[in-house]
């Protein structure tokens, strides 16, 4: 039962229907010259009002000071502690491109990267080498033959891309071979723990195999592999909380978090409008939506705090759309902070808003940082979202005589 | 030593006098149209003069988004972990009546019901039967006869009674009659665990003879039981804090919650004024007084937001002479929010606040839901209130060298 034990005994099925939105990187940070974020400087009619009729807090994603990545930022956001249910690099990347991995696959991020006459690393991403050099290297590596294991590789994006190994006796327990620094050689793979010999003689095998493939190559030449990882064991959001959810994702990554805890993914479109349109399809279907916005977040990493104004304008504008559909329990919520001055996933709290029916709003008059800070919920831990969620919409009994 | 080992070490007798007064439901919610809460409809000049000279906040009983029983809602302001010390509802329902449970016993909460000629339930509650009616059922029940064992039944209130079985090899790991709905007839009691089964057996009996016993009535013609349990076995209030702790209460749920921990329950009358004199009477015998005040968990319950208001205001006029007694702490607290907008026990965090030498006031002029949000212990667990007692009463010496 997730973290919360204590919910199996109350939680209870009812016809109430919960909207969790999640507006990627949705916190943000006060510019130097304004000294005011990205939230205080939108305008956003349309949250500020849902905020005046809401309970309200900012959410720590894993802990104080700590910026999550996308994987622990959602796990939270679900009820996952982010801390107990870890997803290696290696999975959270195959999960992005939606690449099946099965119990006992082990997987690894790899960079192509480029070393000199003498095997040293001159260039730990092959000088970012592009997507259309790097795609057909990446099927060149897929024909690597190990003895009586599977090998799959599949292209990412620039210069990285995802290695998969299938077949009996693997584990996850191997060391890296990027040495984080260039002058030196790629490091070997070696086993942290018993059992993982094998696995790592096969991760050696397989760089020496791609060295060979990629000799007539000047940028990418070499491969650096790193984040071993096998497939997340997640109990079940549906089971945990008595309902039926559903995520709508235009991006691969937060489609694939949303499998892993055993959500339907509905197809959608490639952007929000499409998003919100297959959410109104299928409302009738399920009593848990996750809908994922990913424009802030991008803007955020870009560094950008006009465009990501500009997001959270767009995101407004969807409100009274969603509202329409008459959720018992709409949040919006993030699944961490990125300021645009920090162009990077950053530890601030951020921003939190839950409306129902028992939420007639506690004088916080607008959707930012700062005026949320004087929410009811206070600052609080994202693992309670789905909790306060659950209560809100009727799902919880009472606790105990 | 209950939840907090590292208190044993650097807990220490003193003089002074701490008071905890429990507002049973304290804290509410906005009422649709003034958009008010009832602490901040209400008239309370006095509960608004302490605040400004207290430390505030607001705590959560259980965890966020749980809303408590009573049961878990005081042992929490105790300083008993609820989510680790659990009560039963059989025995907490014989705790409200002051049924005596001793080590072995197991008790079940029995409603009178009403079954068909098929055996069939046709209403869960005997039509809600009246006391006078079912007293002398549950009278009846008392004679019921199960070979070597010790059957009590006491009547509560309406359709309910307590089943209390008595005697060698017994266990509460047995499964409930209620069906939870109509039309289908009661269940077996099944044993939950290995070594239940002679327990089962004594209850599948009892309630056979329980159906002979009301053969002849129309509406209270079976009994359904639920909510098997053991008395809890809680470690010592009085010798965990150091402290010398007397109860007052009106009713008898909360003065068998208080006996359960070890405190010494006072004889009382049947109103707070009575409580107060009580109070009043014993203040040189004790250092830790826990008193208990009905009135605003029972309007919250009825859904009667000015009644609630009312009894706020009620409870208002009796803090001069709380104060009078010149406390070294004196608290005011909830074991949970019972809003009246949603006449039901609630999740919401609840208004707390504590008044000592040390506390001379933290800017928060009144005494409700909204402003001791911005209180200086902020949104906190309700177990670490004893805690903050023991420190602002200089029990407390530091911890580490």
């Known amino acids: 039962m997730i973290d919360f034990p204590y919910l199996s005994d109350i939680v209870r099925k009812t016809d109430s229907k919960i909207l969790m939105l999640v507006a990627d990187g949705l916190g943000g940070a006060p510019a130097p010259d304004s000294r005011r974020s990205e939230l205080e400087s939108a305008r956003i009619p349309n949250l500020n009002r849902l905020a005046q009729a809401s309970s309200a807090g900012l959410t720590i994603p894993v802990a104080p000071g700590v910026a999550p990545g996308s994987g622990p930022g959602h796990l939270?956001?679900?009820?996952?502690?982010?801390?107990?249910?870890?997803?290696?690099?290696?999975?959270?990347?195959?999960?992005?491109?939606?690449?099946?991995?099965?119990?006992?696959?082990?997987?690894?991020?790899?960079?192509?990267?480029?070393?000199?006459?003498?095997?040293?690393?001159?260039?730990?991403?092959?000088?970012?080498?592009?997507?259309?050099?790097?795609?057909?290297?990446?099927?060149?590596?897929?024909?690597?033959?190990?003895?009586?294991?599977?090998?799959?590789?599949?292209?990412?994006?620039?210069?990285?891309?995802?290695?998969?190994?299938?077949?009996?006796?693997?584990?996850?327990?191997?060391?890296?071979?990027?040495?984080?620094?260039?002058?030196?050689p790629p490091l070997m793979v070696e086993p942290r723990a018993k059992g993982a010999a094998a696995a790592a003689a096969a991760a050696n095998a397989f760089v020496e195999h791609a060295r060979e493939a990629l000799r007539d190559q000047e940028a990418a030449n070499m491969v650096l592999l790193r984040g071993w990882s096998v497939a997340p064991d997640l109990p079940s959001f549906g089971a945990s909380y008595a309902l039926m959810p559903a995520a709508i994702a235009a991006y691969p990554m937060y489609r694939?978090?949303?499998?892993?805890?055993?959500?339907?993914?509905?197809?959608?479109?490639?952007?929000?409008?499409?998003?919100?349109?297959?959410?109104?399809?299928?409302?009738?279907?399920?009593?848990?939506?996750?809908?994922?916005?990913?424009?802030?977040?991008?803007?955020?990493?870009?560094?950008?705090?006009?465009?990501?104004?500009?997001?959270?304008?767009?995101?407004?504008?969807?409100?009274?759309?969603?509202?329409?559909?008459?959720?018992?329990?709409?949040?919006?919520?993030?699944?961490?902070?990125?300021?645009?001055?920090?162009?990077?996933?950053?530890?601030?709290?951020?921003?939190?808003?839950?409306?129902?029916q028992w939420t007639l709003g506690e004088g916080v008059d607008r959707f930012n940082e700062r005026d949320l800070r004087r929410g009811s919920l206070g600052i609080f831990e994202a693992k309670h979202i789905m909790s306060l969620a659950l209560a809100h919409a009727g799902k919880l009994a009472k606790f105990g005589p």
């Open 76 to 184: 939270a956001l679900f009820g996952y502690d982010p801390l107990r249910y870890l997803i290696g690099r290696g999975a959270l990347e195959a999960i992005g491109i939606e690449m099946e991995l099965r119990p006992g696959d082990v997987a690894a991020r790899g960079n192509f990267a480029t070393i000199d006459a003498d095997g040293n690393l001159v260039d730990r991403r092959a000088g970012r080498i592009a997507s259309e050099l790097a795609a057909p290297l990446a099927e060149r590596l897929a024909q690597v033959n190990l003895n009586g294991l599977n090998v799959a590789v599949e292209h990412v994006k620039d210069y990285r891309f995802v290695l998969r190994l299938r077949g009996e006796g693997l584990s996850d327990q191997l060391t890296e071979t990027d040495p984080q620094l260039t002058g030196a």
């Open 256 to 356: 694939g978090l949303a499998s892993i805890v055993g959500m339907r993914v509905l197809k959608t479109g490639g952007d929000f409008a499409a998003e919100v349109r297959t959410l109104r399809e299928h409302w009738d279907e399920h009593d848990f939506f996750f809908l994922h916005y990913k424009n802030t977040d991008a803007a955020g990493e870009d560094g950008d705090f006009d465009k990501k104004r500009k997001a959270l304008e767009s995101l407004d504008e969807f409100v009274p759309a969603l509202l329409d559909l008459k959720p018992d329990v709409l949040m919006v919520a993030g699944d961490h902070s990125t300021p645009s001055i920090m162009a990077a996933h950053s530890w601030h709290p951020v921003p939190f808003l839950l409306h129902s």
